[in-house]
């Protein structure tokens, strides 16, 4: 079986179009050495290169859309035809097509003959039926009227038995495609395939030369249609999509008239026009003009024999004109400005841009907009106007005096715009501000007849801490001086307010002027508690509140039960904002007078530990350990015990850090060390010898050495000789 004979095997049987390609492009892979595909696989087609190999045509891509390039370009977009219809009743059977003649009644039976490339069937004992150019229908009559040999009275409505005629499988058809397409050549298709069909295998007409607009079909080198792809795209009229048969031609020539449709039309691009059509014609292929086209006329750009020219087409004559081959169409889009426009901004209820009247007024357009609002300032109004040649001009308003018919109405003009401002914007924004003891100091707007009492209520009240008996106003001088000073800028006033904001008779005595400043005390004695803790060996350990500004470390002590036995006076740690506090407890204790006694802050914690038994060794020792304390021990013998010193060991440096964090350094005098005796709890410390920087000199510093060396040396040898003589 060939390929073609395969695939119409394969659709008959429910195959879809998408199984056949895989098939087809698997036998390509199986045919080629490499396993790649050996020529390009193209949808429900198998292309036949001419006899004579052409060279393939380079498709460029025009920067002006070409109007119906695209419908042969879209990967989404097929012409396959579809082969699950019912049979069309005027379908020309030629060889390969298999038929289907159901009987069915009385009798029973299917036969399902192929067309022979002689073009007859063979039913059963009868002879050859020829069935070659002629439709479904021609065949059914012609075939049952054979059958009736083998069926009486078949298709009679007193026998019984019934006849009829399918199309099972379909033939393929060889149509050549020639001239101005994309990729000329043979190609095998579907029996049921139409034009459209053809020119999709084929890449459609070529976008540079091809005509959309005369595709010629040739059966037996007679003319039988010419197509117009534009009705498809315009008007999806398909009426000359004729079905294609063997050995057909399709002949795409060149061109005749194309033109470029640009600015504000709804799709720009390239129009093939024909010689009896109009630029009204080619309009309606771009779909007219946008909302925002200039339609009184349209600018050309046409091409002479030497040079280019420039036309104005008016809109009365686009009708007749007739398009050239060449010529470039521009429509351009409406100016931004309107031709009776004027506006109104500022104080008025509604405003914006209002249309321009014959005769229209200031007081109209205000009424047109729905009046003034209560804070419009009516003493002056801005009118801008632009005067003949577009310089801006200001015209001053007592728009007052004009309502009231004081002074003349002013006529508008287009492009007038009205200014109208409040009262508000025409003077500095008022606020006044209230800091202190509130709940929410900061800075507020003014109104008018706002008191002290309104001020605090926005500032959220008074805070816990308030005292609202000794409350201050700073007020700015603008006028009234009296009873200041000649340097005095700030009139102070001091009053006091009801501490719940009740109200009274005194409200009318403090109302608020524009920028005052109102102060807030805080009451004397008011203070957030201050808290302080003690740990340890005490009696009643825990936090403490600092009762008076005199509280001291033995206060703390004493209100915590004292001392117990175990504590260790010597260990005892205090620390304040997270740092040691070095004190010595035991001197305290026995006389609280003294200065390390220190007051209590907010945040102090003070550590009383048990009396320690260990001592560390630590830093430049052989084996840093922690060993158990000995009165009798010197400091030589704790380093003993951790291994004695290392090289690195900085030995004049070595000190004894106390368990209440105070620190005993070595003394050294004529070359005798001091070291300081540890104690219970101690630490002591052995530094390491800091690393010594290189003192490497410069090269010019080498030299200049040399020669200080070089003149002492001529200096002595000099006195020498002197000396000698």
Known sequence: MTEAQMEAMAQ???????????????????????????????TNVVREQPATPTPPVAVTTSPVPIFGASLFSNAHLSFEPNLRIPTPRNYVIGPDDELIIDIYGNAQQTYRPKVSPEGSIRVENLGPIYVNGLTIEQAEQRIVGRLRTLYRGLNSAASGIQAQLTLGS?????????????????????SLATVFNALYAAGGPSPERGSFRDIRVYRGNRLIRTLDIYDFLLRADQKNNIR?????????????????????????????????????????????????AYTASIHLRRNTPTEQQLMTINAADITQFVPQAGDR??????????????????????????????????????????????????????????RENLDPEIISVDLGKLLRGEVADITLQREDHLTINTVSELRQKRTVSIQGAVNKSGTFDFVDSMTVANLIVLAEGFSDAAISSRMEIARRIKNDTSGLVSNQNVRLMTFAIDQHLRLNSMDAQLTLRPFDQVFVRTSPRYEAQKGVSISGEVFYPGAYAVRTSTDRITDLINRAGGLKPEAYLLAARFMRKGEAVSLDLQKILSNPDVAGNLLLEDGDVLTLPRRPDIVRIRGEVLNPATVEFDPAKSFRDYVDEAGGFTNKALKRKVYVMSANGKIKPTHSFLGIRSYPKPERGAEIVVPVIPAKEPNRASSTERAAWLTVIASGVAVILTALRLFTN
């Open 170 to 190: 379909v033939r393929s058809i060889k149509v050549t495609l020639l001239g101005q397409v994309v990729r000329p050549g043979t190609y095998t298709l579907s």
């Open 329 to 386: 169409y521009v429509v351009g889009s409406i100016l931004e400005r309107i031709e009776n426009k004027v506006s109104v901004s500022g104080a008025v209820f509604r405003p914006g841009e209002y249309a321009l009247l014959k005769g229209m007024t200031i007081r109209q357009m205000i009424r047109k907009a729905e009046g003034l609002r209560e804070d419009a300032f009516l003493n002056r109004a801005t009118l801008r106007r632009l």
């Open 12 to 42: 008959s049987r429910g195959f879809t179009a998408a199984d056949v390609n895989r098939m087809r492009q698997r036998i390509n892979q199986l045919s080629s050495p490499s396993g790649k595909p050996a020529v390009p696989v193209e």
């Open 244 to 292: 294609l048969l063997d050995q057909d031609i399709i002949f795409v020539d060149h061109y005749n008239t194309r033109i470029e449709l640009a600015g504000e039309v709804k799709q720009p691009g390239l129009y093939e026009i024909r010689p009896d059509e109009t630029l009204k014609s080619a309009l309606t292929f771009a779909g007219n003009f946008t909302d925002r």
